[in-house]
């Protein structure tokens, strides 16, 4: 269960593997300015997409809650780049930190609450400029964590069939 020197442990690789699962199906959302989400995709996936969100919100507390305990059995990055693997790592965990909070403050910038898998946890109030405002990067958030995301599958993917160090290997 718990990561060493040479491998993720199974709740590390379980969580990494689910979030990009979850984090794959929020991209969709992308795709909801196609025909005004008027297809399958932005009728049936959509929608749940501040449900998803809250519960990526639980997960990557809980991630690095959990990573924050393992940092001194985990791979360790060596070489040159490491600096670069940490720069990017913290850049990815910081927008999938953020998105969900400035999805929050759109949510209650425009009044509406935050109703997740049917449960009301924020009730509807009065708009919030505020929290509008600072909402309003949510979608620059998620183009970045976009990039981010395919540079992190190519290096994964670079790293381990062109430079053979396993690193892939390690989290599967």
């Given at each position: 269960?718990?990561?060493?020197?040479?491998?993720?442990?199974?709740?590390?690789?379980?969580?990494?593997?689910?979030?990009?699962?979850?984090?794959?199906?929020?991209?969709?959302?992308?795709?909801?300015?196609?025909?005004?989400?008027?297809?399958?995709?932005?009728?049936?996936?959509?929608?749940?997409?501040?449900?998803i969100g809250t519960?990526?919100?639980?997960?990557?507390?809980?991630?690095?809650?959990?990573?924050f305990s393992q940092?001194?059995?985990?791979?360790?990055?060596?070489?040159?780049?490491?600096?670069?693997?940490?720069?990017?790592?913290?850049?990815?965990?910081?927008?999938?930190?953020?998105?969900?909070?400035?999805?929050?403050?759109?949510?209650?910038?425009?009044?509406?609450?935050?109703?997740?898998?049917?449960?009301?946890?924020?009730?509807?109030?009065?708009?919030?400029?505020?929290?509008?405002?600072?909402?309003?990067?949510?979608?620059?958030?998620?183009?970045?964590?976009?990039?981010?995301?395919?540079?992190?599958?190519?290096?994964?993917?670079?790293?381990?069939?062109?430079?053979?160090?396993?690193?892939?290997?390690?989290?599967?």
């Amino acid at each position: 269960m718990k990561d060493s020197r040479e491998s993720y442990g199974t709740l590390s690789k379980s969580l990494h593997w689910l979030m990009a699962v979850l984090i794959g199906w929020q991209f969709l959302k992308f795709g909801d300015r196609i025909a005004d989400g008027e297809h399958w995709v932005g009728e049936t996936l959509v929608p749940w997409h501040v449900s998803i969100g809250t519960l990526l919100l639980a997960f990557i507390v809980l991630r690095m809650v959990w990573a924050f305990s393992q940092r001194g059995q985990r791979p360790q990055h060596e070489d040159p780049q490491g600096r670069l693997v940490k720069i990017g790592h913290g850049l990815l965990y910081a927008a999938m930190l953020l998105l969900p909070f400035t999805g929050i403050l759109i949510l209650l910038g425009g009044g509406y609450g935050l109703n997740a898998f049917g449960v009301q946890l924020i009730a509807k109030g009065d708009k919030i400029a505020w929290a509008s405002t600072i909402g309003g990067i949510h979608s620059t958030l998620a183009w970045a964590l976009a990039v981010l995301v395919i540079g992190h599958i190519g290096m994964a993917l670079f790293h381990q069939h062109v430079k053979g160090d396993g690193t892939l290997s390690r989290m599967v």
